[in-house]
């Protein structure tokens, strides 16, 4: 994983150099603080709780507009995400009695449009409503508290991932590919200086970010451990009895506020930004 991010890193590091010498082209740097959201198995499909439920993230971003409407944008984002059976109103959810927490970090490579043109320090132009959507990869490892101790669960194989079951399966990955997609608004409100307030989904192809999907197995193919943390209740699951929803991958998303640095085209002055 850090050999990975250190390769995401060294891109962005080196598209930065390479867009900053573009003539033409507005360039921003900025900064993300805000909180996470998830949807999955864990937990009460609520909206109020799914915000209530959200953990503090914080992001860097590099973004090169092309003109008044369209920009690519670079991202870093680095925080965590968890669900609570507890706090849900659904008895199976609630019989279940599952939670978890997991840090999270996502690589990004995202398209922006605006619906009004924007240029920053533009009486005219410096607010917009903007959609957003692009390709991320993230990083994830959930974890399970027993005893005042967490535990990740991957190697536990909580499902019968890895074991002598006949529907056993590989030990799902820690990283994957996701879809973010989102709103938000934006405006200047000094000099080269832009508040931008959003709200983006991820778009995932694993059921796993919660270690939760298919069904319970025989708890004598699972190590003590993996047992208490793979069924957390007194009531009595039995092998095959369904655990999670196959069918449905896991989400997460991230919401809040990016302040926003416009880098002055050195070709063109002091003053003016091309686009």
Known sequence: MNNTIKYYLSTILIS?????KISGQTNE???FLGGSLFHGDVGYDDNEYILLNSKPVMGFQFKRNFNYHFGVNISIYQGSIS????RSNDLFSL???LHFKSQITELGFITEFNFRPYLSRDPEYNHTPFIFA?????????????NDNWYSLRPLGTEGQDTNLKRSTELYKLTGTSIPFGIGYKFNIYDFLTISVNMGWRITFTDYIDDVSTKYVDQNTLSELAIDLAAD?????VD???RGDPYTNDKYGFLGIAFIYSIKDPSQGCDIITY
């Open 29 to 31: 740097i900025g900064v």
């Open 16 to 20: 930065c150099c390479l867009f900053s």
């Open 134 to 146: 692009g390709i991320s990869k993230f990083f994830f490892n959930p974890t399970q508290q027993l």
């Open 95 to 97: 019989e279940r009695n």
């Open 233 to 237: 209740t007194d009531a009595v699951f």
């Open 240 to 242: 095959g009895f369904q």
């Open 83 to 86: 669900a609570d059976d507890v």
